[in-house]
């Protein structure tokens, strides 16, 4: 890892360093993390694994991803939120899964304020995306200085806020400017990885909901 922030692949590509050069974490950087993302079930998904990760590390979750996906019904949130008390038990049984009570009952609570939010805005996406950073709110150069001193945002806190208030838990603001870097709503890839230009490209194409 160079002093910016940026390691070189064995491929010759330069990457943000954070992946550590593990394949399945590479992997998740260059196909996954910051491509702009409107689907529901997705959103819905990180914004309750980023839950997840509170006092974790993302490769812990990414890792069990999978498990999570077949406990919680491929986090289609209509079918979680008929999960009961059996469900809750099921959940808590699984070594494939983080077993955290509070973490389950939140996903389950969470599935139906979505709902809730679906009905209203018409989907999750059109409710994240309306929160958008404007360029004047982001950083003029994307260094990992910059990321390191800001892991929540104003937008970010708003976004808690708003969430909290509408009756979402485990939404506090660090886990929801994860959720935003995650998604695309921002462009975290520091200056230097070759991720940079392919995600603002896809941002500057991207249909907002």
């Known amino acids: 890892?160079?002093?910016n922030g940026i390691i070189t692949g064995e491929d010759g590509r330069d990457r943000c360093a954070w992946h550590g050069n593990l394949d399945?974490?590479?992997r998740y950087h260059d196909a996954e993390w910051g491509l702009p993302m409107a689907d529901d079930i997705r959103l819905f998904e990180k914004i309750c694994l980023e839950g997840f990760q509170s006092g974790?590390?993302?490769l812990t979750i990414l890792r069990k991803?999978?498990?999570f996906r077949a406990a919680f019904a491929g986090f289609d949130f209509d079918a979680v939120a008929t999960f009961g008390e059996d469900d809750i038990a099921r959940c808590l049984a699984d070594a494939g899964?983080?077993?955290h009570r509070g973490k389950i009952v939140s996903t389950i609570n969470n599935a139906r304020r979505a709902q809730a939010?679906?009905?209203e805005f018409g989907s999750l996406a059109r409710?994240?995306?309306a929160y958008e950073p404007q360029p004047s709110e982001r950083p003029a150069v994307v260094t990992r200085e910059v990321i390191a001193a800001n892991p929540t945002t104003a937008v970010s806190i708003r976004i808690s806020k708003d969430l909290k208030r509408r009756g979402w838990t485990f939404v506090g603001p660090t886990t929801v400017y994860a959720f935003m870097q995650a998604m695309g709503l921002v462009n975290d890839h520091i200056e230097g990885c070759f991720c940079r230009e392919k995600v603002e490209n896809l941002r500057s194409?991207?249909?907002r909901p």
């Open 97 to 99: 899964i983080v077993r």
């Open 205 to 207: 194409a991207f249909v």
């Open 24 to 26: 399945d974490y590479r």
């Open 65 to 67: 991803r999978d498990a």
């Open 56 to 58: 974790l590390s993302w």
């Open 127 to 129: 409710y994240f995306w």
């Open 1 to 3: 890892m160079t002093a």
């Open 117 to 119: 939010m679906k009905t």
